[in-house]
C-alpha cells in the first residue's frame, strides 16, 4: 500500500510498562522519523534517522529509545510508559534529498497508558 | 519557542469562498516549506511545497506563498469543497518543525 507501515495500530498499556512501536517502509528511504501528535500542539518530533547506525534527538525526546539497525526499520520505546505519553504517532520517512522532503506518514499509532 | 507559528487554529469558510493559512517561521536557516493535510483518522499527506527561492506556487486549487524577508508562508484554498475539510500543518525543514495545525471546516 503505502510502502510505510506501523504496527500496533492501537495499543493500551499501563503506567512503567516498557512498551515499542514499530515502523517499516518498503522503499530503502535513507531518513525515518517519529512523530507525536496531541491537540494544540500539532506534530512534535521526537526522533530522527539519518541513516541505519545514525540517530538524532527532535524537540521531545525524553522518556523515549530509538534504534535503526536495518534501513528500513524504525523502533520506538517507551522504557518506561507514562500517562503523559498517551497520544498519537506517526513514523514517516523521506527520500533523503533534504531531511524534510517528501515525507511519507505511517497510518499512526494510537498509544494509551492507563 | 516555536519555530512554526500557525494561524488561525480553525477557520470555518462557506462552501466556494477562499481559504487562507499563515505561518511564521523564527530562523532564517530554513529552506523549505511543505503543508500536510490530514483528514479526519488519517496520517498527513503533503499537498504542496514551495522552497526558499520561489516566491509562489500554485497546483490547481491550491497555492503557498512565501515571504522570506518577513519570514511567512501562507496557504491558499480557492473555490473550497467539502472535502477541503481538514486540518492543515505548515512545516519547516529546519529543526524540522510543524505547525500547530488549523483545522479547517467548509460548510455547505
Given amino acids: ?22 515502523c517499516h517502509q518498503t522503499w530503502s528511504h535513507s531518513y525515518m522519523f517519529w512523530y507525536r501528535q496531541d491537540l494544540g500542539h500539532g506534530l512534535r518530533l521526537i526522533y530522527y534517522s539519518a541513516a541505519a547506525d545514525i540517530t538524532d534527538k527532535g524537540e521531545v ?6 534504534s535503526r539497525s536495518k534501513t528500513e526499520n524504525f523502533p520506538l520505546t517507551l522504557e518506561s510508559a507514562t500517562r ?10 523521506s527520500d533523503g534529498q533534504g531531511a524534510i522532503y517528501g515525507y511519507t506518514f505511517g497510518s499512526g499509532t494510537r498509544l494509551t497508558v492507563v | 519557542g516555536e519555530n512554526v507559528e ?30 500536510y493535510k490530514q483528514e479526519l483518522g488519517k496520517r498527513p499527506q503533503l499537498i504542496i ?13 491550491i497555492a ?13 484554498i480557492t473555490e473550497t469543497q467539502p472535502e477541503d475539510s481538514a486540518v492543515y500543518f505548515c512545516a519547516s525543514d529546519y529543526k524540522l518543525s510543524f505547525g500547530a495545525g488549523t483545522t479547517v471546516t467548509v460548510r455547505a
Fill in chain 1, 1 to 22: 500500500d503505502a510502502g510505510i507501515t506501523q504496527s500496533p495500530r492501537y495499543k493500551i498499556t499501563e503506567t512503567g510498562r516498557q512498551v515499542t512501536l514499530m
Fill in chain 1, 61 to 66: 525526546p525524553d522518556g523515549y529509545v530509538v
Fill in chain 1, 84 to 93: 503523559s505519553q498517551t497520544s498519537v504517532y506517526f513514523c514517516a520517512s
Fill in chain 2, 6 to 35: 500557525q494561524h488561525p487554529s480553525t477557520l470555518s469558510v462557506q462552501e466556494g469562498d477562499s481559504a487562507v493559512i499563515k505561518c511564521t517561521y523564527s530562523d532564517s536557516a530554513s529552506n523549505y516549506f511543505p503543508w
Fill in chain 2, 49 to 61: 511545497d514551495i522552497r526558499s527561492n520561489v516566491g509562489e506556487k500554485k497546483d490547481q486549487r
Fill in chain 2, 64 to 76: 503557498v506563498t512565501l515571504n522570506k524577508t518577513a519570514k511567512h508562508f501562507s496557504l491558499h
